[in-house]
């Protein structure tokens, strides 16, 4: 059974910076794909940023290229959001993702139980 547990969503003022964290348990995935995406109140699922943890390889939404950073501890088997310059806008209930192959845009395998991000004006 694979288990991710989010943490480190809040309140923030816009401008400001939180870090995300979500560990991974149940097995190892050093070797495929982790990510994150959001969730926006009467808005579709959104993709956020990806990272291949076998080869260090990022991805980012338009949206948010340049403000997050995405990084991976591979022996704590957990993955990292820093978001930087907050915007009211990124609101949203924040979701780790976990593939077997790859996290992308379309989705992932496993999923977490989400934690809320709120950025106020």
């Known amino acids: 059974q694979v288990q991710l547990v989010e943490s480190g969503g809040g309140l923030v003022q816009a401008g400001g910076s939180l870090r995300l964290s979500c560990a991974a348990s149940?097995?190892?995935?050093?070797?495929?794909?982790m990510g994150w995406f959001r969730r926006a109140p009467g808005k579709e699922r959104e993709f956020v940023a990806a990272?291949?943890?076998?080869?260090?390889?990022?991805y980012y939404a338009d949206s948010v290229k340049g403000r997050f950073t995405i990084s991976s501890d591979n022996a704590k088997n957990t993955v990292y959001l820093q978001m930087n310059s907050l915007k009211p806008e990124d609101t949203a209930v924040y979701y780790c993702a976990a593939d077997d192959r790859a996290v992308t845009p379309d989705g992932a395998d496993y999923w977490g139980q989400g934690t809320q991000v709120t950025v106020s004006s």
């Open positions: 149940g097995r190892t995935f050093s070797s495929y794909g």
């Open positions: 990272i291949s943890r076998r080869i260090g390889s990022t």
